[in-house]
């Protein structure tokens, strides 16, 4: 079974920046969309940042202008470039594959934004 591995997530100082990386271990048949969500305590998983096998982008509204998502040909990795971070980007995030036979997802990473 394929699995997604995160990392990068970490604590970080309000204006820092980190580097999500999402790995796949294996081909996922039929890829649509590759995404990153997170969750906040208390809060919805909501959508950060996502890019279609035809390399459409889409950013949640809280984090544009700062966060960059990016993959590699072969749809085995997947990445956030994330900068200016403030303290409300704190959350575990997560690495989303929708195949043509479902959606995979990480662990999930967290990552804090404190000073």
């Known amino acids: 079974q394929v699995q997604l591995v995160e990392s990068g997530g970490g604590l970080v100082q309000p204006g820092g920046s980190l580097r999500l990386s999402c790995a796949s271990s294996?081909?996922?048949?039929?890829?649509?969309?590759m995404g990153w969500y997170r969750q906040a305590p208390g809060k919805e998983r909501e959508l950060v940042a996502s890019?279609?096998?035809?390399?459409?982008?889409r950013y949640g509204d809280s984090v544009k202008g700062r966060f960059n998502i990016s993959r590699d040909r072969a749809f085995r990795t997947l990445a956030l470039q994330m900068n200016s971070l403030n303290t409300e980007d704190t959350a575990v995030y997560y690495c989303?594959?929708?195949?043509?036979?479902?959606?995979?997802w990480g662990q999930g990473t967290q990552v804090t934004v404190s000073s």
């Open positions: 890019i279609t096998g035809s390399s459409n982008i």
């Open positions: 294996g081909t996922i048949p039929g890829i649509k969309v």
């Open positions: 989303l594959v929708r195949g043509a036979w479902g959606d995979y």
